[in-house]
């Protein structure tokens, strides 16, 4: 190997590593937004559960609009932190947490809580499908 094909090859390998660390930090943070964004809207998904499930009880009789509002509230607030994961995350998984949604605001809306505590839950339940998938472990690499 002559002097210029040495220098050529490292040029190379220092790129190839500048690439490769730019690649693990940029799934690093997009690890850390989708955990933060999954905590913050399985929360208030829970909250949002608990107060329909208070419906079930009549603790919270008469406020099934109250709720569909905030259910309302809770979907445009999902709608657009989707604009952000869908750049790293399967359109469809991300439409999933819309549909369950939709459907929790339409059975408050026609006064069936019992089915809208069900549909919250599968909802939260996806939510943390997408949080453990975009985890970084040898399980969702194989």
Known sequence: MSGKEGQAMKKEE????????????AELLSQKFTRNVAKEMEDKMENINNEI????????????????QRTKELYDEWEKKTDT?????????????????????????????????????EGIFKMEHIKLKQQLCLKNIF
């Open 53 to 68: 499930l208070a419906i079930v009880d009549e603790k919270n009789k008469g406020k099934e609009q109250e709720i569909s």
């Open 14 to 25: 220092i790129i190839t590593a500048f690439i490769v660390l730019a690649i693990i930090i």
């Open 85 to 121: 994961l869908a750049f790293y995350i399967d359109h469809s998984e991300l439409e999933k947490i819309n549909v369950q949604l939709n459907k929790v605001i339409g059975y408050l809306e026609i006064g069936m809580p019992d089915e809208a505590t069900v549909e919250m839950k």
